[in-house]
């Protein structure tokens, strides 16, 4: 294969923002996906829904610190949370959608 690998790589962050500015045209089930009941739910569907729907969130279970991790990313990719809104984000995240079946009956 001798394909443009280099242009491919470069196109890479163009194409993710255009995917952003325009999440609405490239899917039609995206807020379809309801998240449970939590502290921040409503943030959550404000600071996570613009780019993406939520179901690669829900899909996910990850450790509190990687739920920062990516919540870190998002932010650096574009999303807008303060920090606090980020930790109660990442809060909520690991409470719901963590690696450990042992702590899912603590739900609030
Ligand atoms: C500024 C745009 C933007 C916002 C806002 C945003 N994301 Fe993302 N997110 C992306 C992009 C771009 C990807 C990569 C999509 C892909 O790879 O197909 C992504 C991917 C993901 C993934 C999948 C990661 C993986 O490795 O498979 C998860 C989980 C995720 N986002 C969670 C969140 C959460 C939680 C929030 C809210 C805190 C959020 N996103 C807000 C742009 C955003």
Known sequence: ????????????????FVACLCGQTTGNTKNDVKLPEGPAKALTERVCTPCHGLENVVRA????????????????????????????????????????KAKEESKP
């Open 1 to 16: 294969m001798h394909y443009h690998r280099v242009h491919m790589s470069r196109c890479w962050p163009g194409l993710l």
């Open 61 to 100: 279970r990850m450790t509190k610190e990687r739920w920062g991790r990516v919540v870190d990313d998002m932010i650096s990719r574009g999303a807008t949370a303060t920090d606090t809104e980020a930790d109660q984000i990442v809060d909520y995240l690991a409470a719901n959608f963590g690696p450990a």
